[in-house]
């Protein structure tokens, strides 16, 4: 278990971006934590060592990140795992079988794959609920029920939950509180301070933000909830190596900057794909027609550079996504270099097809990651691809 320390910095949040975690190395006093690339360590005898056993339980590189956002979610204790999925599956293994679980219904695909292909074949129950109205969160809620999931905003539809509405209901009645934060970033959203218990990102996405390591994050300010946690993460053994800790925690030095750049991209873009006569809706909670948009407005500092647009037609979206020069066609998000993907086919392939069709996940629709390139170079590649 890694949890700050009274030493860590304390400062604004792009000051803990840079330092948070960080010590300086004992031997040469290196700025950057090093890669200890190594899978055991020296011990002076029995019961006598550093701090340090086994690379499985700890690792200095890996601490050094759990720390970093652990700080930059304003909780205790971080956990990194080899995946935002691996992280996923620790929370699902809080529970027991006979337990209910209620999620948003627009959830990444991956996630509800292991809720409904895995987990419920061992015995855990999941209603999928629209999370935009707080009220089904709380009809959902069974006498079964350990655990509420949601994913703000989520992906690829852009809906919002109500974080601090969803916390009272959870807190009155004694129910675990995990949020995804992988959109947002703890840049410009902190679950913690709206009634959260626990917080997940894939690291894989903008606290890496470069497209090379996969990763994923829990933290929590609960001591009884990060005791598990951490049992489970030794026990399972989902780590990451310290050369994906290492490039994540290089990533985050830079994740103010880089959330400010996709954040301008993201309002611009958006702006630009609302007047374009071939594009029928745009789903981004910075644009003042988004219904959501005064939620978006309360509890985030920033929308960031997700965007969703519908098209109308399978046909055109599949020639807008093979059109593009910039925007390259490939899974993921999040990365300094801009995205555009096919979520029917791609990400969310795996939902029940009644399901998409229900949260209004059509195959005409098309998710942008603006990354950090001139806005103008961006609208032009879609200018371009949206020509044919």
């Known amino acids: 278990m890694t949890e700050l320390r009274q030493d860590d910095v304390q400062g604004g949040f792009a000051t803990r971006a840079v330092h948070a975690g960080h010590t300086p190395d004992p031997l040469s006093g290196a700025v ?12 002076e005898g029995l019961g006598r060592h550093k701090g340090y056993e086994y690379a499985r339980t700890q690792n200095p590189t890996r601490a050094a990140l759990e720390r970093c956002v652990a700080s930059l979610e304003g909780a205790q204790h971080g956990f990194a795992f080899a995946s935002g999925l691996a992280a996923l599956d620790s929370i699902l293994k809080l529970l027991v079988a006979g337990d209910h679980v209620v999620a948003g219904e627009n959830l990444y695909g991956g996630s509800h794959r292991l809720m409904e292909q895995v987990y419920q074949g061992l015995g855990l129950r999941f209603s999928f609920v629209d999370m935009r109205d707080p009220e089904r969160v709380a009809a959902a809620v069974t006498p079964a029920t350990r655990l509420v999931y949601a994913e703000t905003p989520t992906n690829p539809m852009m809906f919002l939950a109500d974080l601090a509405a969803i916390g009272h209901i959870t807190q009155a009645r004694g ?8 959109f947002a970033t703890p840049c410009f959203q902190r679950p913690l301070e709206h009634g959260a218990d626990i917080v997940l990102h894939s690291s894989t996405k903008y606290l890496n933000g470069h497209s090379d390591m996969v990763g994923g ?85 920033g929308f960031g550079g997700m965007i969703s647009l519908e098209l ?4 055109v979206a599949r020639r807008v996504v093979e059109r593009t020069r910039i925007f390259a066609l490939a899974e993921s998000l999040g990365g300094v270099e801009s995205l555009i993907g096919h979520p029917a086919s791609m990400t969310h392939a795996a939902v029940p097809i009644a399901l998409r069709q229900a ?14 390139e001139d806005p103008d170079d961006l609208i032009a590649d879609l200018a371009h691809a949206l020509e044919g």
């Open 359 to 372: 949260m209004g996940l059509t195959d005409s629709l098309v998710r942008l990651s603006c990354g950090v």
């Open 312 to 315: 109308g037609d399978v046909a």
């Open 217 to 301: 994050i829990l933290v929590t300010s609960r001591d009884d909830l990060a005791e598990r946690i951490g049992f489970l993460q030794n026990a399972a053994g989902a780590v990451p190596g310290p050369m994906d800790c290492w490039l994540c925690l290089r990533g985050i030095k830079t994740l103010p900057l880089r959330m400010r750049q996709h954040n301008l991209a993201g309002r611009e873009v958006a702006a630009w794909l609302v007047q374009h006569p071939k594009v029928q809706k745009v789903y981004y909670p910075g644009l003042p027609n988004h219904p959501q948009h005064a939620l978006a407005r309360r509890q985030m500092q």
């Open 32 to 43: 950057m934590t090093p890669i200890y690339q190594t899978s055991t360590y020296i011990q």
């Open 175 to 182: 129910l675990l509180f995990a949020v995804d934060n992988t």
